[in-house]
């Protein structure tokens, strides 16, 4: 009933409406996942592990794993301190930090990851140093750990500023008149009170962190074996025509979105916080 | 431990939020801080409690004489209550009270039998007896105000601080929870210094009453002088219902409405009273309140008892005369007063507050 009370809309129009979202979630939702794991087992289930045993594919998983273990953590521990000082401190600049948080957002992948080639490729600004001490970033797991840090960098901290802004600082004030220090006042207090909105931060973070293209392309260098990211070894089995060995490596990153998808749903339905459509 | 406030500055960018504010709270008193909302009250408690600093200057605070400027709040002992009690959300009502003394450095910190027997304790003082494996949002707002007052005084705080401390309740629950914390700090005698913005509660709760208006202090008192002798207009108008009369010289003055005589008006006297038209009669209630209007047509609310209206047997449009006490703001008159002793509002310890 409440629903008539609320659209203007007569019936047929609600019903088109409707319809017009269902298609559209089934054409660029659904049809595109369901293409990966059709496309992956096409040639059957032989093929389909094959594919993933191989070396190169096996190697491409552990970059991103390894990546993603050491951006994710680093952005957890970016994000949570930049949302504290951005939130329980009021200071000049503020407001510019704030927007500042966002740049790797409004910056294109590719720009995000020229930029460290510009910095450190051995054309680049530190280039010329780096050589000399045959430290390695670029085209390196490095350069890939930057790129992917600094492409999923706003996931966290833009997930908690709203968060603790909205909770103020009253409790943390509480806890400075009983006795306690900063540090403890952060354990005790602030961490407990921010726990599902950070999850849910790391979660964002991680799945970006695996699944960043773009940025790592430029920097990967994608030396096979040894410089290539699951997304990039994707590419690469494509480019060569190996289309099913392409769709079976692609089926993890589908499985990875349909994980942290569940996992989201269920840290809403245990908070009633529904922060989706944020990003 | 009495407070001394002493020329406190306090800007914030270029508003000036406390201006030369000085302030005595004796030992084991009950002062309040009353104010309209913006006055600066919470200011004033905050750089007491240290959460805030005051500007430099020579401005000090002293807590039993000694200068506590510069010490930070975690180290001034002091028991915050804050306006929306700042419970610690995630913790049990037994936690949140333990919460100062777990986290006390390795050697002052008690074993923790002696931090649940605290807890305990508290939770009795509190007559929350039970309920400390509860969470904050299980709790009504009366036992929430309860548990953060128990969890400030576990540390055994040397004053107290409340802001606005049933600012957030209902108005029956605000009634009886007022009557018990007087009750309550009569028992224990803690140094109480606490902000509101309704006159009513200050003048029942405390001992002295500090009138608060644009950044400074506008009279001190205990509540009966306050009342009975304000010094300026503004804080007679804002202690209760007062209607403004123009004086025959062009002057005005201040009477409230219970202080104006009504007789019949055949005892008009035209040199001190004035003739009145009944306008309207409220009797639905302990006293009746009438609305007259005065020759030059200004309108006035009277105040008498039921008894007096029936004996004056009045009804809309009669004439009456009005008298007028003798102006308490007058600088000639009676400022010093006799200064009544607070009459403490819940003395009786066999009352149990249901709150
Ligand atoms: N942190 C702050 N920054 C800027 N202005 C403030 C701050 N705290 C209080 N003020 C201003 O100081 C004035 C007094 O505030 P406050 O002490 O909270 O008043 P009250 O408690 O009497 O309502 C208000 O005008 C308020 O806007
Ligand atoms: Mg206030």
Redesign the interface.
Known sequence: MSHREITTESRPVRVLLIGAACAVVTVFLLLPLIAVFVEALRKGWEVFFESLRDEAALSAVKLTLTAAAISVPMNTLFGVGAAWVLTKFRFRGRALLVSLIDLPFAVSPVIAGLVWVLLFGSHGWFGEWLDARDIRIIFALPGIVIATAFVTFPFVARELIPLMESQGT??E?????????GW?IFL??TL??IKWGLLYGILLCNARAMGEFGAVSVVSGHIRGETNTLPLHVEVLYNEYQFSAAFACATLLAMLALVTLGIKTAIEHLTGHTSAGKH | MSISIQSIHKTFGNYKALDDVSLEVPNGSLTALLGPSGSGKTTLLRIV???ESADDGPGRILFHGENVVGI?????Q???V?Q?Y??????TVAQNIA??LT??PWGKRPPRREIAARVDELLGLVKLDGLGRRRPHELSGGQRQRVALA??L??RPKVLLLDEPFGALDAQVRKDLRRWLRHFHDEIGLTTLFVTHDQEEALELADQVVVMRNSRIEQVGPPQRIYDHPRTPFVYEFLGNVNKLTLRDGGTRYVRPHEIEVKFAAEYDPDFDRLAEVQHLFSAGPVAALSVRTEPGEFIEVEISRKQLDELALSVGDQVALSFPPDPTDPEGDWTGDGAAPTAAANDHAVEWNI
């Open positions: 009253d409790q004030e509480a806890a400075v008149t009983l006795g306690a220090s403890r005790r207090v407990p009170n | 409690a240290g959460l930070p709040a975690g180290k001034r002091v028991g915050f804050f929306h700042a419970l610690f959300r995630h913790m919460f100062g986290v006390l969890r400030a576990a540390i």
